[in-house]
């Protein structure tokens, strides 16, 4: 049985002259993460925010913070981040900026966080296998990431698959990119349960239904892939 499913609303999408605002209206709509993409210009094309963006967040809401370093060498910032936010929030880290991840894992462990790992869409899950009890969360990537609005890539749903098949139940499963109606429905049926959106709460008329229509979309597509199971 896998975890309760969650909506992460990424900032990547959010107006940034008008974030506070931006961060209230989700906290209202009951979102359950706030996912903070943090990027470098190196291991992604795009430059983004830093642990004193985060500080700036952590000071305005109380909702669990998922912030997604993707940059090179993440065993240096880890400490920053963590001073910016607090126990409860997550960090998470690519598996391919380092070869030493049970190393950063334990790092992240150490400052009081939750500790994940994320999966370009082309890295496979062999790599992080033998990470999975270490760990609170895996981020599948259902776009290259490095910017918003990108369409969601259809061959990761079997790594999602893959992953649920074998993680420990109380474990995240979290997937980001490309997320729509139809395909919430699609990563949660694999077996995810965390769904990172940007574009599709932000970039709507009405962000506090978008929220309510992912979350039950992929409620719906849960009970489905149970149905089946009990059915198989």
């Known amino acids: 049985m896998q975890p309760a499913i969650k909506i992460a609303a990424s900032i990547l ?14 906290e209202l709509a009951g979102i359950d993460l706030i996912h903070i993409d943090v990027m470098d210009g190196h291991f992604v ?28 060498h993440p065993e240096r910032y880890v400490n920053a981040f963590a001073a910016a936010a ?25 400052t009081g966080l939750k500790a994940g790992v994320s999966l ?45 098949s074998i993680a420990p139940d109380e474990m995240d499963i979290e997937v980001d990119g490309g997320i729509t109606t139809e395909t919430v429905s699609q990563a949660a049926q694999q077996g995810a349960n965390v769904i990172v959106a940007a574009s599709a709460i932000f970039k709507t008329d009405d962000p506090c239904g978008a929220i309510k229509t ?15 199971k009990a059915n198989a």
């Open 13 to 26: 999408g959010a107006n940034p002259v008008r974030l506070e605002e931006e961060i209230k209206k989700i």
């Open 45 to 72: 094309p795009n430059i983004t925010m830093g642990p004193f963006i985060v500080e700036g967040i952590r000071r305005i809401t109380n909702v669990p913070l998922d912030i997604h370093l993707m940059i090179e």
């Open 86 to 110: 607090r126990a409860g929030d997550l960090i998470t880290f690519h598996r391919e900026t380092t070869k030493e991840p049970k190393e950063i894992i334990a790092l992240i462990k150490k």
């Open 120 to 164: 370009n869409p082309d890295t496979p899950t062999g790599t992080v296998e033998d990470l999975l009890d270490a760990l609170d969360m895996v981020l599948v990537m259902s776009v290259n990431p490095g910017f918003a609005g990108q369409r969601f890539i259809p061959k990761v749903l079997p790594k999602i698959a893959r992953l649920r």
């Open 214 to 228: 992912l979350r039950q979309t992929a409620e719906q597509a849960v009970k489905m892939r149970c149905t089946q």
